[in-house]
């Protein structure tokens, strides 16, 4: 957690390899409430604290892993190590992204019964809201920081309150909605570019 | 299971969960659970594996997955179920990647950005909505209490209110990560221990 902070260009392929895993170790062993909330980690540690990528970048790792089916958090950890250092780098934040959930787990596994007890305890469990609550902040501050970059016009807008309304209100499985939103992205730059072309034409 | 059906089984998985690791529930209990003696898992054991995996750190998905392994092989089934969720995104991702960058200035990849980028803001800001719901709010938002009240049909807000300890922590988060370089693995210590005693619910 010191303030040190090169940027990955300065130093070697393993290191980098290295910060990758030893980073996601820390967010996925300390982050409660899964892909959103563990991606809104990551941009504060790789785009506010290194510097290593920029807000344009974490837009582009949203809409990539939003659309690519498997685990979020695991999505964007493959993500942001591919851009930091290939290959190598994506397989040590895949590991670090996932190796605190297995040590947890396997744990709690064991002790499953009593486990489920200690969680009703109030003080766990305002220590748990706490954390989450924090959480809500950080991702406010995710949408906040996307915002310019991601909603574009009306049309954007009306996207953007159609998945909004659509999962919390009516519980719109997020796929549907993301599939609904790619198809009329899709038919609005086609007739853009339609557009464009007849305007070119009549020029002639 | 065996422990090469189990990797199987979590590999179907992470090709089918769209939409992230929530989707994993629906898919879960279609194909593992059941009261059946041959079900790998019971009904209870699935509801306590559900509640538990929310409330461990780390991905949802990842913790589900290491908990149906464990229970099925132990630890190398643990790693095994864990391993076959991934790897799919491991390709798919790596794959998104390039094609986005070659073909940028398509029509496809032009209308997949310009439908998914506003997407992903509304479904950021829901995610922040279902986080909310766990701390800030005292229970889920009653949307359809709201709409009676606003039609004029009456409607009741029961417990519904707000856990003034966790609105004071969310609106800090805020300007604090905004304009402050305060490391947030701090923030989130500091927030455990000032919820322990002021957001109990």
């Not at chain 1, 766990?124 to 909603?151: D, Y």
């Not at chain 1, 807008?157 to 899709?186: D, E, K, R, T």
């Not at chain 2, 479904?123 to 606003?150: C, D, H, N, Q």
């Amino acid at each position: 957690m010191s303030g040190h902070s090169r940027h990955y260009s300065e130093i070697g392929v393993w290191e980098r390899s290295w910060v990758l895993f030893w980073s996601y170790i820390k967010i996925t062993s300390l982050v409660i409430g899964g892909g959103y909330a563990i991606i809104a980690a990551a941009q504060e540690e790789f785009v506010h604290r290194r510097g290593w990528l920029t807000d344009d970048d974490v837009l582009e790792m949203i809409t990539i892993t939003q659309t690519v089916p498997g685990i979020l958090a695991c999505n964007s950890a493959i993500y942001i190590g591919w851009r930091i250092n290939g290959l190598p780098g994506s397989l040590a934040a895949l590991l670090g992204s996932i190796l605190p959930s297995l040590v947890t787990i396997v744990c709690i596994a064991a002790a499953i019964s009593s486990v489920a007890e200690v969680i009703q305890n109030a003080y766990i469990q305002g220590a748990f809201r706490g954390v989450i609550a924090c959480i809500v902040g950080m991702v406010i501050v995710t949408a906040l920081k996307m915002r310019k970059k991601a909603v574009k016009g009306w049309f954007g807008w009306v996207i953007a309150a159609g998945c909004l309304v659509g999962m919390s209100v009516f519980g719109v499985n997020p796929a549907w909605l993301i599939v609904g939103a790619i198809v009329l992205g899709i038919s609005q730059v086609t007739v853009l570019r339609l557009k464009k072309r007849e305007g070119a034409e009549a020029k002639k | 299971m065996t422990l090469w059906e189990l990797y199987i089984t979590f590999f179907k998985f992470g090709l089918l969960c769209f939409g992230g690791g929530y989707m994993l529930v629906p898919l879960l209990s279609a194909d593992l659970v059941g009261s059946a003696p041959g079900a790998p898992l019971t009904p209870e054991a699935f509801a306590n594996l559900v509640s538990i995996a929310q409330v461990t750190p780390g991905p949802i998905g990842i913790n589900t997955a290491t908990y149906v392994g464990f229970t099925q092989q132990g630890i190398l089934g643990a790693c095994l179920g864990t391993l076959g969720i991934v790897t799919p995104a491991l390709f798919l991702v790596i794959l998104a990647i390039k094609l986005l960058k070659r073909y940028e200035k398509s029509v496809p990849v032009q209308g997949f950005l310009a439908g998914m980028r506003p997407a992903s803001f509304g479904l950021v800001l829901s995610a922040a909505l279902v986080f909310a719901e766990l701390s800030v709010f005292r229970t889920e938002i009653p949307w359809g209490e709201f709409w009676k009240m606003v039609t004029g049909a009456g409607g009741s807000l029961g417990g519904f209110g707000l856990n003034w300890g966790c609105v004071v922590l969310a609106a800090v988060t805020v300007p604090v990560l905004m304009k402050t370089k305060f490391p947030f693995l701090w923030l989130l210590l500091l927030s455990a221990i000032f919820g322990a005693f002021f957001c109990q619910p």
